[in-house]
C-alpha cells in the first residue's frame, strides 16, 4: 500500500507563501486521485483542494484564488501552491489519495483511503 509524505509545511509572516509537496512510497500519486486536507484549530478537518485523474481540479471556495493544486510530474508530486496566507491559515496540512476504483474525485474525507502524516503550516501576523 502506498504511504504519503508530505513536505514543505513551515513559518513564514502573513502575506507570505508556501509549497506543499506530498509523494507516495510504494506507488505513484499521478495513477490516483489526489486530495489536500486542513485542520486548522477549533475546527474539523476539511478539504482544501482535489485533483482528479483527469484533471479537474476542485477548491474550498473560501481559499479560492489563494491557493493552487497540481501534479508534478517530474517529482511525481502533487503540489499545493497557497499565497497570501492569513494566520487563520494555521494548521496541520494532509495529503490524501484515492487508491480505490471508481467515484467521482471530491474534497469528503470518506473518498479517500489514503493518508499522510500532515505538515504544519504556521503564519504570523
Known amino acids: 500500500d502506498m504511504e504519503l509524505r508530505e513536505s514543505g509545511g513551515g513559518s513564514v509572516e502573513a502575506g507570505g507563501s508556501l509549497r506543499l509537496s506530498c509523494v507516495g512510497d510504494?506507488?505513484?500519486?499521478?495513477?490516483?486521485?489526489m486530495g489536500w486536507f486542513r485542520q486548522v484549530r477549533g475546527k474539523a478537518r476539511e478539504g482544501v483542494a482535489s485533483v482528479g485523474l483527469d484533471g479537474h481540479e476542485m477548491y474550498l471556495d473560501s481559499l479560492r484564488g489563494r491557493i493552487a493544486i497540481s501534479r508534478d510530474s517530474a517529482t511525481d508530486a502533487v503540489v499545493l501552491q497557497m499565497n497570501a496566507l492569513k494566520p487563520e491559515d494555521n494548521g496541520m496540512y494532509y495529503c490524501a489519495a484515492r487508491t480505490l476504483v471508481g467515484g467521482s474525485c471530491q474534497i469528503t474525507e470518506r473518498y479517500y483511503n489514503r493518508w499522510g502524516q500532515g505538515t504544519q503550516v504556521t503564519v504570523s501576523s
Open positions: 510504494g506507488d505513484t500519486v499521478s495513477r490516483h486521485s
